[in-house]
């Protein structure tokens, strides 16, 4: 990690003495993520035969940092990043028992990961403010949370969170792009995609990775 830090660090300092118009901005945006995995698609595929009662959905999260952008040509520039970003997973169950009709259980499970995103983007600016970009990211998983609920009739019985942040690896090595587009006044929006490399099973047991759709709003200053 303090290898990593050390280099992006140089590159930013010798970049910034070639080109004086580095710019610094802000972002924020909503995320929303899933695991995405062969082991994770038995269970997928196991949950099929449930008849929609039992199904995987998607972890709605959010994301915030600052990142420097630094002109590399009139057409490219490197945007190196660091940012918070929630993430995760979850398992949502819906059981109407016909007997007693009134009577209808709920159940969920979700995981909740809390990232340090350091994306590492080479930015091409296409036309006007419509730009793409793309490169490696490094994320730093802080904290890991499980959290089990239980429910009859809208009454929670059980809601309760476990922490389970030993069980993760606590460098996922990924890539992401997407498309942006940014205004004369320093205002940008941009959407993007986060494919996870590693494996989020520390002891490399299952097969699943982070998925991370990701839309923001930023300024650049």
Request: net charge positive; charged share 15%; with cysteine.
């Amino acid at each position: 990690m303090k290898k990593i830090l050390t280099l992006t660090g140089i590159c930013i300092l010798l970049m910034a003495g070639v080109n004086a118009q580095v710019r610094f901005g802000i972002r924020a945006g909503a995320n929303f993520s899933k695991w995405a995995g062969d082991d994770l698609q038995v269970v997928e595929d196991l949950l099929e035969k449930t008849d929609g009662y039992v199904v995987t959905k998607g972890k709605t999260g959010f994301h915030a940092g600052a990142y420097v952008n630094i002109p590399i040509s009139d057409y490219i520039s490197f945007e190196p990043g660091l940012q918070y970003s929630k993430k995760g997973y979850s398992i949502k169950g819906d059981v109407q028992v016909n007997a007693v009709k009134l009577l209808a259980l709920n159940a969920g499970l979700q995981v909740q990961s809390h990232y340090i995103d350091m994306p590492l983007h080479l930015v091409a600016h296409v036309a006007g403010g419509l730009n793409v970009y793309a490169g490696p990211q490094v994320s730093f998983l802080t904290r890991s949370t499980l959290n089990a609920k239980l429910g009859v009739l809208g009454i929670s019985l059980f809601n309760r969170g476990f922490g389970i942040t030993e069980r993760f690896n606590k460098v996922d090595m990924g890539l992401s792009g997407g498309i942006g587009y940014t205004f004369d006044n320093g205002l940008n929006f941009a959407a993007g995609y986060e494919y996870g490399l590693s494996k989020l099973d520390k002891n490399d047991n299952y097969d699943v990775y982070n998925r991370v759709v990701r839309v923001s709003m930023g300024y650049t200053f």
